[in-house]
T-cell receptor, first 115, second 113 residues
Framework: EAGVTQFPSHSVIEKGQTVTLRCDPI?????LYWYRRVMGKEIKFLLH????????ESGMPNNRFLAERTGGTYSTLKVQPAELEDSGVYFC?????????????FGSGTRLTVV | GQQLNQSPQSMFIQEGEDVSMNCTSS?????WLWYKQDPGEGPVLLIA?????ELTSNGRLTAQFGITRKDSFLNISASIPSDVGIYFC?????????????FGKGTKLSVKP
């Protein structure tokens, strides 16, 4: 079974530019989560999709972040315009049922650097 | 918001030594989880704890869910070089979204052969 795939693995962009991160969950997993770790800090929840619907987006930092999951398969997270404080590692995770009790698998992350 | 205090921030130990790290919170969690992150990879679940007072082992790893539900520890016995990585504790409450984990800042473990 293929794991959670994230693309790109690394991205370096200038302040003010736009970046789109992609996550392909494990096939058949309805639940998809985005998390972010800013260097030296904790991993923070951003949002949770159930199929194509946003179940919880309470962790999204501001309206420069837009997450979509059209068709309930892969998801994208767009940052527009990027700011320096957006730098960090963005993780995606998926599960077949809600919550980490039922097999919650993380991807390898996208390391975003805004310069 | 809820925060977890994880300590120590980093550890440098000799191969074969035992390791202990812990997490505390000012609020109660229903579930405690311990993850390990290898360089360039995402966090991988090591142990999940569901009941206050529960003590669970997974090979050389042992974790306990504090009786007050506000803390947890993870022990690693007889460390080996592949134990190197960042260990995160995470808590979850059923009241909010089932997906919303609260993570600690991590403990970076280095093992000298």
């Amino acid at each position: 079974e293929a794991g959670v795939t994230q693309f790109p693995s690394h991205s370096v962009i200038e302040k003010g530019q736009t970046v789109t991160l992609r996550c392909d969950p494990i096939s058949g997993h309805d639940n998809l989560y985005w998390y972010r770790r800013v260097m030296g800090k904790e991993i923070k929840f951003l949002l949770h999709f159930v199929k194509e619907s946003k179940q919880d987006e309470s962790g999204m930092p501001n309206n420069r972040f837009l997450a979509e999951r059209t068709g309930g398969t892969y998801s994208t997270l767009k940052v527009q315009p990027a700011e320096l404080e957006d730098s960090g590692v963005y993780f995606c995770a998926s599960s077949s049922r809600q919550g980490p009790l039922y097999g919650y698998t993380f991807g390898s992350g996208t390391r975003l650097t805004v310069v | 918001g809820q925060q977890l205090n994880q300590s120590p921030q980093s550890m440098f130990i000799q191969e074969g030594e035992d390791v202990s790290m812990n997490c505390t919170s000012s609020s109660i969690f229903n579930t405690w989880l311990w993850y390990k992150q290898d360089p360039g990879e995402g966090p991988v679940l090591l142990i999940a704890l569901y009941k206050a007072g529960e003590l669970t082992s997974n090979g050389r790893l042992t974790a306990q869910f504090g009786i007050t539900r506000k803390d947890s520890f993870l022990n690693i016995s007889a460390s080996i070089p592949s134990d190197v990585g960042i260990y995160f504790c995470a808590g979850q409450n059923y009241g909010g979204s089932q997906g919303n984990l609260i993570f600690g800042k991590g403990t970076k473990l280095s093992v000298k052969p």
